[in-house]
């Protein structure tokens, strides 16, 4: 498996299951989970940058 596949699988994992079950106990239990939210914040976070990243070479290598 390629990396770029990987990194979209663990994006798409991230951002259709983690997400919105941390947004739910955010919202039952704001201030228990906070520490929680902030890894995913960071993942999420990281994610955008390898995502955006990745786009960034495909579009730099077709222009070469």
């Known amino acids: ?16 299951v983690v997400d919105p079950i ?12 906070e520490s929680l939210w902030a890894i995913t914040l960071v993942i999420n976070l990281f994610l955008f940058a390898a995502i955006i990243f990745l786009m960034l070479q495909r579009t730099i290598k077709a222009r070469v």
Do not use: A, D, E, S
């Open 1 to 16: 498996m390629k990396t770029t596949n990987i990194i979209y699988l663990i994006g798409i994992i991230q951002l259709v």
């Open 22 to 33: 941390m947004w739910y106990f955010t919202q039952v239990h704001p201030f228990r989970y």
